[in-house]
């Protein structure tokens, strides 16, 4: 169910978070390892994805915009230094859960997520909260 994907934007960005990530040199791919497998995924895509304005802030607009649920959002922006913006360090905080990469690429996509929610969620995804849409929607 949902407990995946909130292990990566609430779990692990409160249980996971006693180290911070280093940060990556500049150029560099940016990526945290997965839960179980260590392998690790790069959100530098995802955020490019998301940063429609391009100013390396993910704002709650630009991340619903984009289909992803509004309670991600507020679970990682709740950990940011800036309330209203996620950015590449929020996504690294914790690490993704087992599955979400599900083309195995070692990338995040936007549709990538979008999925593993609906997967996780019983079918939800978009704006609606944990267990999806509400009836009648």
């Known amino acids: 169910m949902i407990v995946g994907i ?4 609430i779990l692990s960005n409160t249980v996971f978070a006693q180290t911070p990530p280093a940060a990556a ?13 260590g392998k690790k995924l790069n959100v530098d895509r995802f955020v490019a994805e998301l940063d429609v304005n391009k100013d390396g802030c993910v704002s709650q607009k630009e991340w619903v915009g984009a289909g992803l649920p509004e309670f991600h959002f507020q679970a990682l922006s709740a950990q940011a230094e800036k ?13 993704p859960p087992d599955g979400i990469d599900i083309n195995g690429d ?22 609606s909260g944990p267990g999806g849409a509400a009836p009648g929607k």
């Open 106 to 127: 070692g990338y995040l996509a936007v549709a990538e997520m979008i999925e593993y929610t609906k997967k996780t969620s019983g079918g939800g995804g978009g704006n």
């Open 25 to 37: 040199p500049q150029g560099q791919p940016s990526a945290a390892p997965s839960q179980s497998t």
């Open 6 to 9: 909130c292990s990566f934007f």
């Open 83 to 95: 309330k209203d913006c996620v950015t590449k360090k929020e996504l690294l905080i914790g690490n």
